[in-house]
């Protein structure tokens, strides 16, 4: 695929997204970095190794639980900037954030996890 197509193709996919400021970074730039050894050392000099293995890091105990109330789960959710990834299933913060906005549905969509 040619530079050209590999930009449009960029640009597409963030305008799917909603993404407009993503897609103006795309088009304004002039500096692409093709795949390189000078581009993966530079990667590596700004993304160092963690100084900690997962199996390490200690193991949370069970007395202590994580609570967070309504108000705090909505401010988290309405943070994502447009265009964020989702996960391997496919929901975005998007889908999120649209559900928690949506005047029929949104108060009783956020109250779920109290139900359970």
Do not use: W, Y
């Not at 093709?34 to 590596?44: R, V, Y």
């Not at 193991?59 to 108000?71: A, F, I, K, R, T």
């Amino acid at each position: 695929m040619s530079d050209d197509l590999n930009s449009s193709h960029a640009v597409t996919m963030k305008l799917v997204d909603g993404n407009v400021r993503a897609d103006i970074r795309i088009l304004m730039s002039d500096d692409a970095a093709g795949p390189s050894a000078e581009s993966f050392d530079s990667l590596k000099q700004k993304h160092l190794q963690a100084s900690l293995r997962a199996a390490d890091l200690p193991c949370p105990s069970q007395d202590h639980c994580l609570s967070v109330d309504e108000s705090a789960v909505r401010r988290a959710v309405l943070s994502f900037p447009a265009g964020s990834a989702g996960g391997p299933d496919g929901l975005r913060p998007q889908h999120i954030r649209d559900m928690l906005l949506c005047r029929g549905a949104g108060r009783s969509f956020s109250r779920i996890s109290q139900l359970s």
